[in-house]
C-alpha cells in the first residue's frame, strides 16, 4: 500500500504532520466507485482552518484539515465517465452529489445527501460530512464527474498554478460575496477584512467593473497588500470611525454595497480593537452601506463556538441590529459560496490574464512540513496566502 501523510489538527494552536492513510473509493461504509484519488498538487491553508485550530469550533482532534485542493487524478471509480487519470483538476471545497434539489438548483453549498448532520459539506472541516481533509500527499474526492473543474491544458495551468490552486475556495467566495452585495461597473464598495478572502473579494470588485474598492483591517501590512493593487483603505484600530474615514475617502460615508470577509471573530473597532465583538462587522456594515444597498456575508459564522465571549455566541447568537438593516431595505446574502456556480469563468479569466489573483492575495508557496509554522505565521497575521506543495511540483 502507497504511503500518505497529511496535517492533523491535534489541539488548539497546534497541527503536526502524521503518517494517515492511503485514501479508498470510500468513506467508512459508503462506497465512492463515483470518486477518484488525487495526488495533490497544491492544497491552501483557509482561514476557516485556523478557526479550527485555534479552538474555536467543535472539530475534533485528529482531524486531517484541508478544504482547498488541486491535484492530477491517479485513480478513477468505475462509475466515473469523463474525468480521467491524468487530468489536473480543481476541487471544491463544497462536496456535492449532483443529484439532489440543492445541486440541481447550482447550491451546492447545501447538497443535501452528503451529510447526514445538516445540508452541505467539505473536506476535512468540523461537522461537515466526515470527508478527510486534503492538505496532505493524496485524498479521495467523491462524485469526480460533478464536481472536479479539468484544466484544458497541463501545462499551461502549472505555469499558473498559484493562481488556479484559488479556484477551490478563496477566489470564487471573494468573488461570489461581492456578486451577492451587488458590485458592479462603477460601485463603490466596501470589503471588510484584509486576510486572503478580503483581498480576493477586493480583486473581484475590480474584475466586476467597481469604481472604488475600500478595505478595512487592523492590521498594517495587509493593509498594504491592499493598496498594492489599487485599493483605498481604513485603519479600524483609528478613533475615528469608519463611516468617517469612508467618507474622508469618497466624500459621504456611505457605499452602494458591503462584503463581510471577517465573520464570527470579530473584533471591535477604534478604542474597543483589541476586544472581540463578533456582531461588529454585521453592525458596522449595515451603517455604511447606502438604503436598498447589498451586503454579501462570506465571512464565517458557526453555530457551536467553545471559545466565545458570551453563552449566546458560543451558538451563533450575535448581538445583530436587524431593525437598521430592516430600514434601510438592504439584502443580505449569508452561508457557504457555491463554487461551481463561479470557478469555470473564473478560470478563464486566469488563463486569459484578466486578473492576477495570486499576487493580489500574495500567495506563497511552502512544503507540507513547513505547513505547522504556516499556521503560526498565518495567526499573526501574516499578509500571505499559504500555498502548500507536497511533492515539490511547484517548485520543481
Known sequence: MASNRGLAYIK??????????????????????????????????????????????????????????????????????????GDLVSIPFNIACGRCRSCKERKTGICLNVNPARPGAAYGYVDMGGWIGGQAEYVMAPYADFNLLKF?????????????????????????????????????VYIAGAGPVGLASAASCHLLGAACVIVGDMIPERLAQARSFGCETVDLRKDATLAEQIEQIVGEPEVDACVDCVGFEARGHGADADTEKPATVLNAVMEVTRAGGGIGIPGLYVTGDPGAIDENAKIGMLGIRIGLGWAKSHQFTTGQCPVMKYNRALMNCILYDKIQIAKAVNATVITLDEAPQGYIDFDKGAAKKFVIDPHGLIAA
Open 12 to 85: 488548539p494552536g497546534v497541527v503536526e504532520v502524521q503518517s494517515i492513510d492511503y485514501p479508498k473509493l470510500e468513506l467508512g461504509n459508503r462506497k465512492c466507485d463515483h470518486g477518484v484519488i488525487l495526488k495533490i498538487v497544491s492544497t491552501n491553508i483557509c482561514g476557516s482552518d485556523q478557526h479550527m485550530v485555534r479552538g474555536r469550533t467543535t472539530a475534533p482532534a485528529g482531524i486531517i484539515l484541508g478544504h482547498e485542493i488541486t491535484g492530477e487524478v491517479i485513480e478513477a471509480g468505475r462509475d466515473v465517465e469523463f474525468i480521467k487519470e
Open 152 to 188: 484544458p491544458d497541463k501545462d499551461q495551468a502549472m505555469a499558473k498554478i498559484t493562481d488556479l490552486t484559488l479556484l477551490s475556495d478563496i477566489f470564487p467566495t471573494g468573488y461570489h460575496g461581492a456578486v451577492s452585495a451587488g458590485v458592479g461597473p462603477g460601485t463603490i
